[in-house]
């Protein structure tokens, strides 16, 4: 399809181990974002590619959280070491991107990470 | 700090209700405003966003929100609310000086009763 995909859907996994989550934006977007979204918590801004720039990491939560973006179009966020506190709901978004972009960002399905 | 505040974080209506969501943010320049909505299963979608010009802006299945920049807010309406309309609603906005982030609200969550 023509829209942003992320997978894996579902992650379970246990305490310590580390995690990585894929996203597929949609094609000849150069700006993408990850957020993070609790229970009950609105949309949490991770990080933020835009073409060849250096990343916007402002809003990792910690060392443990790190995204890559590879060709200017698949991005990996890895969760080193989870904890419990990790669980959520791991949204990607693609936009046009760019300072005359025009903003209006498309998301993905979400990965829904639950640590154990 | 740049920051987005909905108020009201359940609301519920029966269905033709009207329907409006607070939404405040916090930055003095030029803004780039969203509402964007979660129906239950679905990922996020865009409802409405205001870029410039008439500040009252049409979106998505009957909705509307008002810029007013006076009061930093960007309400979202309805005149009368469906059944299906029950979902999370995200105002957020980009400001002229991060043009890279866009930075959301908690969201409100909102139910109607058939």
């Known amino acids: 399809g023509a829209g942003v995909s992320q997978s894996p859907s579902n992650k379970v996994t246990e305490k310590g181990k580390d995690v990585e989550l894929r996203c597929d934006p949609i094609?000849?977007?150069?700006?993408l974002y990850w957020y993070r979204q609790s229970l009950g918590q609105g949309l949490e801004f991770l990080i933020y590619?835009?073409?060849?720039?250096?990343?916007?990491k402002s809003g990792l939560p910690s060392d443990r959280f790190s995204a890559e973006r590879t060709g200017g179009s698949v991005s990996t966020l890895t969760i080193q070491r989870t904890q419990q506190e990790d669980s959520a709901v791991y949204l990607c978004?693609?936009?046009?991107?760019?300072?005359?972009?025009?903003?209006?960002?498309?998301f993905g399905p979400g990965t829904r990470l639950t640590v154990t | 700090a740049q920051s987005v505040s909905q108020h009201n974080h359940h609301v519920i209506l029966s269905e033709a209700a009207s329907l409006e969501l607070g939404c405040n943010y916090s930055?003095?320049?030029?803004?780039?405003l969203f509402w964007y909505v979660q129906y239950p299963g679905q990922h996020l979608q865009l409802l409405l966003k205001?870029?410039?010009?008439?500040?009252l802006v049409k979106g998505i299945k009957g909705f509307e929100a008002e810029f007013i920049k006076s009061k930093f807010s960007f309400n979202l309406r309805k005149p009368s609310v469906q059944w299906s309309d029950t979902a999370e609603y995200f105002c957020?906005?980009?400001?002229?000086?991060?043009?890279?982030?866009?930075?959301f609200g908690s969201g409100t969550r909102l139910s109607i009763r058939p």
């Open positions: 978004a693609s936009s046009l991107g760019g300072a005359g972009g025009r903003g209006e960002q498309y």
């Open positions: 094609s000849g977007h150069t700006a």
């Open positions: 590619f835009q073409g060849n720039s250096a990343p916007d």
């Open positions: 930055y003095g320049g030029t803004v780039n």
């Open positions: 205001y870029f410039s010009g008439d500040p």
């Open positions: 957020a906005f980009r400001s002229d000086s991060s043009a890279s982030k866009i930075i």
